[in-house]
């Protein structure tokens, strides 16, 4: 951002480290770029951050005119793809149009919801933090038996996801805004989301981008390096991460995607080109090279079964990506 002032208040809490107190660096914007976004080479496009941010910030503007709305709201969860959002729709609209959501269900969302309060004030927006925990409790105790949400993460965390979005789209029609949501490309190619709650908005400013391009992004915005530097994770289970559930972190899972869906790759052929841009990328690296003779950082070699597994969660989950089927219409 040589160019332009921050969203966030570079003085405040939340520029400066975690709620909690940890610090964070204070890094040039570049050098942070760069070490956020590995050198993936010719497997993904190569997107200009200060592009993609005037980008969204027109997108967000114009999708907001067109619904001649007031603002938008924007749950917030300390994390990266949240944060980025909320600072785009504030250059966009403005501090005063946008409003957060922080909708912490249990206790390992807590310190994630203190983050995200010390950042809905960094970026000087209206919010409020709701404990849905006992929304959730009663909506457990009146379900059918049948339906038991005991000891079922996946059940329990697409029900607390649907209520956060309940509790939004109330905020979004008492305020006459629209809910923007924060899900990136990744999370929308591999339906990585649930459907009816993060998955339900009026907008994605970031579904275009994959999360290694939400990361390089986010330096290009000065968001906190340590909402950088987070683990992305749903937040439901302790020691939960997407990586654990994808089988692969995103520097490996974008550059799958991008070669599987937007080529039109088949698995044989994705493993192939990122084997020869490992290959390439460790004959570069010299001695800059981890124990095991893989640049660190960089991307790592994937087997078939990985691919396979990413490309079966893309054609399984195109129904989270369409509108409801109908039956085709007799308009004769």
Known sequence: ?????????????????????DPASNESRSTAADRNRPRLGSLLPDRDPAIERDRAGSFIAERVGAAGADGVVVNMSGGLDSTVTAALAVEALGADRVYGLILPCNKIGAPHARDAEALAEALDIEHDTVHLQPLFAQFGAVVPDRFDLHDEPVRSGNAVARLRMAVAYLAANATNR???????????LLGYLTKHGDGAADLFPLGHLYKTDVRALA????VPEFVVEKAPTAGFLPGQRDADDLGAPYEVVDPVLHLGVDRGLDPESVV???????????????????????PAGELAAVDRELVADLLGRHRATAHKRLPPPTPDADLN
């Open 178 to 188: 629209l809910v923007c949501g924060t899900a990136n490309r990744s999370e929308l």
């Open 272 to 294: 192939e080109r990122i084997a020869a841009a490992v290959a390439e990328t460790d004959a570069d690296a010299g001695d800059d090279s981890g124990g095991d003779g893989t």
């Open 1 to 21: 951002m040589a160019d332009r002032d921050s969203a966030f208040d570079l003085g405040g809490d939340a520029a400066a480290g975690r709620s909690t107190g």
């Open 219 to 222: 330096a290009d915005l000065d």
